[in-house]
């Protein structure tokens, strides 16, 4: 069993300090929702994980199924009304008063908790099997809520930061919640406690809910299907609409399809094949929501407040070699005993740590791969179609989900071991990771890794950021240093950039096959090839027009002395051809590097890799097209390179 809010989110309450505690405890346009989310989460997992060690500690078997078979059922009940009820309820989210729904919404809960604590009292599991049901239907119609009215409660500059304490609180939420509904499993009289406490939990949530700020941004315009299969194939298609979101939406779904399949065999692969007992189950859920936790704080601090797909490649990679290794972990356990066992006696089990960390990095790195592309809808959508949106994602998740559900039956049915069921889905999912990377975020990946590199090699300070458009076409023209300059250009730079690069260098062994997914240009003098030369312009054409940034050495080579070296025409011809801004940058502080012609020559000798070398980056303010002079941006630029530094944005994380 699982939780959908169990994949959501961003990062916990730490870093900067705008990050501070004051957001959730005192500023009133965000603490009411953030309390009542929270509540929300908990109480879904304080109830979904004692149903769940209930079913598997129990033996419960329905229909003829095993409890196991039961448990992956479960999980295709409780997604099965995001597919019915999303697209009228993005609607509903879109048409009325958000703060006003998310308050029946939350009447709901506590009707549907009240059923569910006659369900536990009378050990009736058909009875929960139905509230089950219902708590999917209300989180299905909260859910766009949840994170439409985000948008219209803070700023810009704040949505991330939001996202960030939505996401840290639910994953706190789901930690308790899962750990409360483990526990209450293995007490005397759980039935009562689980009954009151879900009751209580939900009753208080209405309270919160009273006070989430109305944002009066009804769209009285858009017309409410309660039909529910046309507005459905509506919204698909709305989804489908920009084709970068789209991949996002599938990108999500993915994690549903494979975090779906490992919560629901994870109750039995500890039982079955660890030997482990509730406490022991509950600790493995646990684990997996700590590092869904961890994940989501690294991807806010590797991200430095924009939006990063970046990542998402490596982070399914990762994701599929831990989940391969919890594979030959439990294809290999050796362990036999007549009784489960405690924690501490799990623990003393060979290979015992080793299981927790696959999980607790399978999770980890999971919060990576989810986070930035929840974030790029949000980003990428329009204020009146993010419900919708987010509706839309969610009935995506939700095939993706009963597939997984119906996969996890069918390979049971056949007999087939939960290690190998996880051995399988982690080979699929490593194949995935280079698709994702290959066909949809290639250029994003390598500007993520050339930030890394960076980070790693450099110590980058930074002046005139703001100076940097986060939308729209323009043009970097920067001096030209050390073979590395484009990747301390890229990391200052809100989106993925196109290089022109040397035609020579670009064919060079192995070349295009990388430089082809980070989109570089191949560029020739009209002596060495003029055919080469018109492609280069046409594609840095079209990379304009597409509203790309493109970026530009206007030397035409690297200094060999240290020297800027006087500016070519081209970036003229270019502008002329399409009139966008241009961007001076200057870079100082990388001649002398490993990478520069300064003293062996580039590459040779050995790269200090125990003292980051001090770079400064100066962004200038942006030029005009109509005001581009060669000899000025050259000069303002090596301007640049001779200012009194002082005062600089310090590039590395706080």
Not at 97 to 110: C, L, P, Q
Not at 250 to 262: K, T
């Amino acid at each position: 069993m699982f939780s959908r809010a169990q994949f959501r989110g961003t990062s916990f309450l730490f870093g900067r300090t705008h990050l501070s505690l004051e957001f959730i405890f005192k500023d009133r346009r965000f603490w009411p929702l953030f309390w009542t989310q929270f509540l929300g989460a908990m109480n879904d997992n304080f109830f979904k994980n004692a149903l769940v060690m209930l079913i598997t500690y129990k033996s419960i078997s329905l229909m003829g199924l095993s409890s196991a078979s039961v448990v992956a059922m479960a999980g295709g009940v409780f997604i099965f009304p995001f597919f019915l009820f999303s697209a009228t309820a993005g609607q509903i989210a879109d048409r009325y008063e958000k703060a006003t729904v998310i308050r029946y919404t939350k009447i709901s809960e506590f009707l549907i908790m009240f059923v569910a604590a006659l369900g536990f009292y009378f050990d009736s599991y058909q009875m929960l099997m139905f509230v089950l049901f219902c708590m999917g239907a209300q989180s299905a119609f909260f859910g766009p809520l949840k994170y439409g009215i985000l948008p219209n409660l803070l700023k810009t500059e704040e949505l991330v930061t939001g996202n960030a304490f939505v996401g840290g609180g639910t994953f706190l939420a789901i930690l308790i919640g899962t750990i409360l509904g483990g526990l209450a499993t293995t007490i005397e009289g759980a039935s009562v406690v689980i009954g009151i406490g879900i009751l209580l939990v939900s009753f208080i949530g209405i309270l919160t809910s009273k006070k989430v700020i109305n944002v009066n941004n009804a769209d009285e315009s858009i017309k409410v299907d309660y039909t529910f299969i046309k507005p459905t194939i509506d919204i698909i298609k709305l989804t489908a609409k920009n084709k970068k979101v789209f991949y996002s939406v599938l990108g999500i779904s993915w994690f549903w399809f494979l975090g779906a399949a490992i919560l629901s065999v994870l109750p039995g692969l500890v039982k079955d094949y660890f030997y482990g007992d509730q406490s022991v189950g509950t600790l493995f859920l646990a684990t997996f929501t700590i590092g869904m936790g961890l994940g989501s704080f690294f991807c806010n601090k590797l991200s430095f407040k924009r939006v990063e797909v970046g990542m998402v490649p490596l982070a399914a990679l990762f994701m599929g070699i831990f989940l391969f290794d919890m594979y030959l972990v439990g294809n290999s356990w050796q362990g036999v005993t007549d009784e489960l066992l405690s924690i501490s006696a799990y623990l003393e089990e060979e290979n015992s740590i080793r299981a927790l960390i696959d999980l607790l990095l399978v999770s980890a790195f999971g919060g990576m791969f989810i986070i930035p592309q929840f974030a790029y809808i949000q980003h990428e959508t329009p204020e009146n179609e993010v419900s919708r949106i987010i509706a839309g994602n969610n009935i995506w998740n939700t095939i993706f989900m009963v597939v997984a559900a119906v996969l996890i039956m069918v390979m049971d049915s056949m007999g087939m071991t939960i290690p190998k069921i996880l051995g399988i889905f982690a080979f699929v999912n490593i194949i995935f990771s280079f698709i994702i990377y290959y066909f949809v975020y290639s250029e994003e990946a390598l500007r993520f890794l050339g930030w890394i590199i960076a980070k790693l090699m450099y110590k980058v300070e930074v002046k005139g950021r703001e100076n940097m458009p986060q939308d729209g076409p323009y043009v970097i023209a920067s001096n030209h240093v050390s073979f590395v300059d484009w990747i301390l250009v890229m990391s200052v730079c809100p989106r993925p950039v196109r290089f022109v690069i040397d035609h020579t260098y670009y064919n060079a062994p192995m070349g295009p096959f990388w430089f082809d997914q980070a989109r570089l240009i191949p560029i020739a003098t009209r002596r060495e090839s003029p055919e080469v030369l018109a492609t280069a312009y046409e594609e840095m054409s079209k990379a304009l027009d597409e509203n790309h940034i493109l970026g530009i050495f206007p030397e035409g080579y690297l200094t060999r002395n240290g020297k800027m070296r006087a500016f070519q025409p081209g970036l003229t011809k270019i502008i002329k051809r399409n009139p966008v801004p241009v961007i001076p940058l200057a870079i100082d502080g990388l001649w002398g590097s490993f990478f520069s012609h300064s003293g062996k020559g580039p590459l040779k000798g050995l790269p200090s890799i125990f003292k980051r070398r001090k770079v400064k980056l100066t962004i200038g303010e942006p030029m005009l097209p109509e005001q581009l002079d060669m000899k000025i941006l050259e000069t303002k630029i090596h301007a640049h390179l001779e200012i009194n530094h002082e005062g600089l944005e310090e590039f590395v994380s706080e």
